[in-house]
């Protein structure tokens, strides 16, 4: 089996995954769609870019499609990443006419209350947002025969582990799916307390890949916009994701970008959520080449062909740093990662720091 013409799913989604041209599927997808299909609940551990979206979305539509299943809930940590869940399982079903939306605080909630008001066949949600509806009687979570939890582990640390809970609780599902890039104690936990029997899929932890080759440079911070420069001519000819530490020099790094004709474009905290999804719509559209992000952007946004990856300011710790450089490298691509290090704080070459940020390919080099 290694095209998805050999799984047996409605017609109408095989003929959308030939126009998204989706040919064979990746690992996760492989060995976890036949067991939604037959009506296991699935735990999978799967690194980042491996294309967990498709691995649930792809059966799941499915089978509402065929009249197996009522209506399926997907629980994701973030904005960005429920918006994209929603556009992936909307092209997976533009033959199919599931209704499909999202909602997600950053936005009013009057207009998500009237689309509430029909039918909705999948419905992306970030857990705050969704607890509202439920309060004001606008989503009763028993219409959901199914839960997806995405991200499932970064859900919990970003603290919403009681939201996921009462979720859960409320929903009283006949299925239950959780998607995740570890299955640590936390994540298991929740698992055992409300699947009573699942199929775990791990997949190889190969965040990083071996398309992605790493390049640290030790740069004076005054040298470190003029590096940057270098980095997206040569890396970075058609789009370049840049990752800095605060909201605010991420616009600042814009500016300067725009200035010098780079088409640069922002993603941070302070930005409204349209204008986040609208510099997100830009950049994935290639009108714009840069998108410089702080880390609202490292982890769970698809985001394909991005040649290179520019550390600016260095990760704080070594998982962060793994999901920034695996925007890039993915489904098969080539991609570069490059890591400013400054001498001045510590992180040199001999420094026990940096290298543990670096499971492949790591070297330093102190020019091109």
Do not use: W
């Not at 399982?89 to 909602?103: D, E, G, H, P, Q």
């Not at 055992?192 to 029997?197: A, G, I, P, S």
């Not at 605060?246 to 993603?267: C, F, M, P, Q």
């Not at 990856?309 to 490059?338: F, L």
């Amino acid at each position: 089996m290694n095209e998805f013409e050999s799984f047996e799913f409605s017609p109408q989604i095989k003929r959308a995954l030939k126009d998204m041209d989706y040919r064979n599927p990746t690992e996760v997808q492989l060995r976890t769609i036949p067991l939604i299909l037959d009506g296991y609940n699935v735990a999978a551990k799967s690194y980042t870019g491996s294309g967990k979206t498709a691995a649930f979305g792809i059966p799941l539509s499915s089978l509402i499609a065929d009249g197996k299943k009522k209506s399926v809930l997907i629980v994701g940590p973030t904005r960005e990443l429920v918006v994209q869940v929603k556009e992936e399982l909307r092209n997976i079903n533009r033959y199919t006419k599931l209704r499909i939306f999202a909602v997600y605080g950053g936005h009013g909630i009057e207009g998500e209350i009237k689309i509430l008001q029909g039918k909705v066949d999948m419905l992306c949600a970030t857990p705050g947002r969704l607890l509202d509806h439920i309060e004001r009687g606008t989503i009763n979570l028993r219409d959901f025969d199914t839960v997806v939890l995405d991200e499932a582990d970064r859900m919990l640390d970003m603290g919403f582990v009681d939201d996921v809970r009462r979720i859960l609780a409320k929903a009283n599902a006949k299925s239950v799916h959780l998607f995740s890039a570890t299955l640590e104690e936390n994540v298991i936990s929740l698992i055992k307390d409300y699947v009573q029997d699942y199929e775990t899929v791990t997949i190889k932890d190969n965040l990083l890949g071996n398309n992605i080759i790493e390049k640290n440079l030790i740069v004076q911070r005054k040298n470190k916009f003029r590096e940057l420069i270098n980095c997206i001519n040569k890396f970075g000819k058609n789009r370049a994701l840049v990752f800095v530490s605060t909201k605010r020099y991420a616009s600042i790094l814009t500016e300067k970008l725009n200035r010098r004709g780079y088409r640069a474009v922002a993603i941070h905290g302070d930005l409204s959520q349209k204008r986040r999804e609208i510099s997100l719509g830009e950049f994935k559209s290639g009108r714009k080449r840069v998108l410089v992000a702080t880390d609202v952007a490292a982890r769970g946004l698809q985001i394909d062909n991005v040649e290179c990856v520019v550390n600016y300011d260095a990760a704080n710790d070594a998982d962060t740093h793994k999901h920034r450089i695996g925007r890039t490298g993915r489904m098969g691509n080539k991609g570069y990662a490059i890591t400013f290090l400054d001498d001045s704080s510590g992180a040199g070459p001999h420094s026990s720091g940096p290298k543990e940020f670096h499971g492949i390919n790591y070297y330093i080099e102190r020019g091109y």
